[in-house]
C-alpha cells in the first residue's frame, strides 16, 4: 500500500453484541488503508452518559461506517436506538457516511435478528433511512464486508477529502503560517492598490497519439505465481482499446447523485496482465500489473483528448472512445504497436513449502 501524508480517523458505528466479528473485520480494514478506527469496545453499555461522549468522538472523526444487519439496537428514552442517534448526529455534523448494508438478512440467525414485529418495523425504517442519498454497499460474509469499507473508504477520500491528521514534523509551524499570513496581507494591499487583474497560464501541449511512452509492469504475487519485470513500449493511442476494456470500475449514488469511480488496484492488475499477454504468449491472469502512477497519467492523458469523462461523471468513457475503441480492436493489430525495451515476459510459480525447505541447508 503507498504511503499517504494524511490519515483520518474512521467512526465505525453497529449494534454490538451481534456484531463483534464485523466489528473487528471493519477495524482491521481501516487499519490496513494507513487510517484510525474509533469504536466504543470498551464501553458496550448504552446510556446518555456514553453517548455525549460518543458525540465527541464524532466531533473529530472524518468518516463514519455505519454497519446494519439484523438488529435495530439497544432504544433509548425517546424511542431511537442508540445506533441510530449517533448516524444522525453525524449526519448532522455533516460527517460522510458510508453504510455496509448486509445484503441478506433473511439468512441471518434467530439470535442476532430483531424477534418482535416492532423491533423489525424500526429496523426496516432505519434501513429505508440511511441507504436515501448515502454511499451504500451491501455485503453478505466477512470477507466482503472488509473489501467493501476499503473500496468505500478510498472513493470518500477521492470526491469527499477531509481535514485529517499529518505527522507533526509534517505541518507548517507557527512561525511560518504567521509568515505567510503577512505576505497574503501584503498581496492584498498590491492588488486593493493596482485592481484585480488574471494571468493567462498556457496550458502544454498534449503528447501527440501515436507518441512512444514506457510502461513497467511489475510481478503481481497470486496463490499460484507472479509474473516478471518488465519494460515496454507503445503509442498513447494504441493502449486505448485495453485500458478501456480492463479499467474495472464502480458506480456509487452519493447524495443522490449517480458517479464513476476507478478501483485503482484491480485496474492496474487487469491492464497490466493484459499488457503482458499482448506481447507473449503465455497465460498472464492477474501475474502482472501497473504502477498506480501510469495509472493516473493514462487517465489524465485520456480525460485531456476527450476519450474519458472525469471521475464524478456516471461513465467513465464517452461515445466517442467506445467507437474508437471498436475501430481500433477491428482495423489494427494491437500487439504490433508494442515492443519490449527490457525484460522478458514470464511467469513463475509461488514457492511451496517443500520448496523451501529444500533450499534452506540447516
Known sequence: MALREKRYQVFISSTFED??????????????????????ESFPAADEDQFEFIKSLIDVCDYYVLIVAGRY?????????????EYRYAVSQNVPILVMLHGDRGSIAMDKSENTNEGKERLELFIREV???????????VD???????????????????????????????????????VRKENAKFRDALGEYDIDLPL???????????????????????????TIKLSWIGIFPLFKHNLVWS?????????YYIED???????????????????????????????????????????????????????RAKRFAR?????????????????????????????LDDEIPF
Open 265 to 319: 488496484s484491480k485496474s492496474c492488475v487487469k491492464i497490466g496482465s493484459a499488457l503482458a499477454e499482448e506481447v507473449s504468449n503465455v497465460d498472464t491472469e492477474n501475474r502482472f500489473k501497473i504502477g498506480m502512477n501510469a495509472l493516473g497519467k493514462l487517465q489524465s492523458y485520456f480525460v485531456e483528448c476527450g476519450l474519458m469523462h472525469p471521475v464524478g461523471e456516471e461513465q467513465p468513457f464517452t461515445e
Open 131 to 141: 441507504s436515501t442519498g448515502r454511499l451504500r454497499k451491501n455485503w453478505k460474509t
Open 73 to 85: 439496537g439497544t432504544v433509548a428514552a425517546d424511542g431511537m436506538s442508540y445506533t441510530e442517534k
Open 144 to 182: 466482503e464486508l472488509k473489501l467493501a469499507v476499503r473500496e468505500a473508504l478510498d472513493h470518500a477520500r477521492a470526491t469527499k477529502p477531509r481535514v485529517g491528521w499529518v505527522r507533526g514534523d509534517q505541518a507548517a509551524s507557527r512561525e511560518t503560517l504567521e509568515e505567510l499570513n503577512e
Open 327 to 355: 475501430r481500433q480492436m477491428v482495423t489494427n493489430d494491437i500487439s504490433a504497436k508494442f515492443e519490449i525495451v527490457s525484460g522478458a515476459v514470464e511467469v513463475r510459480e509461488q514457492f511451496s513449502n517443500s520448496d
Open 204 to 230: 502544454p501541449d498534449l503528447p501527440a497519439p501515436d507518441e512512444m511512452l514506457e510502461i513497467d509492469l511489475l510481478p503481481n504475487t497470486t496463490s499460484s505465481g507472479y509474473g516478471s519485470c518488465v
Open 251 to 259: 458506480l456509487s449514488d452519493w447524495d443522490d447523485e449517480i458517479s
Open 19 to 40: 456484531l463483534k466479528e464485523e466489528r473487528r473485520a471493519v477495524q482491521d480494514a481501516v487499519i490496513s488503508t494507513g487510517d484510525f478506527p474509533v469504536q466504543m
